[in-house]
């Protein structure tokens, strides 16, 4: 095997990995994102103080996720786009979300983390792809 081919070996691993992953991450963000906004009153309760823009902007952003999984598992140049709208959709709406914080609004800390969470994985993708697009 030359070098060549060895380091596109090696990306198509990776890039299969982060699609597994994304795919999942997306699965599991419209379940909990989904029981909270379709499931019974007991969900959102146990959801807590949470913002509904927040909670539907991850829901549907679920849909994108799987989308770029796809979009990653099959080597689609726009895979990479789709990463980074991803990636700066969440920043702004974090920036928003940060923006109520500091009004008063209540809010969960859980919803912190999570939103730094999806910030990084979706960084950490979209930089991936962008060093593998490089290597070829």
Same mark, same amino acid.
């Given at each position: 095997?030359?070098?060549?081919?060895?380091?596109?070996? $090696?990306?198509?691993?990776?890039?299969?990995?982060? /699609? =597994?992953?994304? @795919?999942?991450?997306?699965?599991?963000?419209?379940?909990?994102? $989904?029981? #909270?906004?379709?499931g019974? !009153?007991? /969900?959102? #309760?146990a *959801?807590?103080?949470y913002?509904? @823009?927040? =909670?539907?902007?991850?829901?549907? *952003?679920?849909?994108?996720?799987? $989308?770029?999984?796809?979009?990653?598992?099959?080597?689609?140049?726009?895979? =990479?786009?789709?990463?980074?709208?991803? /990636?700066? /959709?969440?920043?702004?709406?974090?920036l928003?979300? $940060?923006?109520? @914080?500091?009004?008063?609004?209540?809010?969960?800390?859980?919803? #912190?983390? &999570?939103? &730094?969470?999806?910030?990084? !994985?979706?960084? #950490?993708?979209? =930089?991936?792809?962008?060093?593998?697009?490089h290597?070829m």
């Open positions: 095997m030359t070098s060549a081919e060895s380091r596109s070996y $090696g990306s198509t691993f990776w890039q299969r990995s982060f /699609a =597994l992953f994304a @795919v999942i991450f997306g699965a599991m963000t419209l379940i909990s994102g $989904g029981s #909270v906004l379709f019974p !009153v007991e /969900a959102q #309760v *959801a807590g103080d913002m509904p @823009v927040v =909670l539907w902007f991850n829901f549907l *952003a679920g849909f994108l996720y799987i $989308g770029a999984a796809i979009g990653i598992w099959l080597q689609r140049n726009w895979a =990479l786009g789709l990463s980074a709208f991803i /990636a700066v /959709a969440t920043g702004l709406v974090a928003g979300f $940060g923006f109520q @914080v500091s009004q008063g609004v209540a809010y969960e800390m859980r919803t #912190v983390g &999570a939103l &730094a969470l999806r910030i990084g !994985v979706w960084i #950490v993708i979209t =930089l991936t792809l962008m060093r593998s697009r290597q």
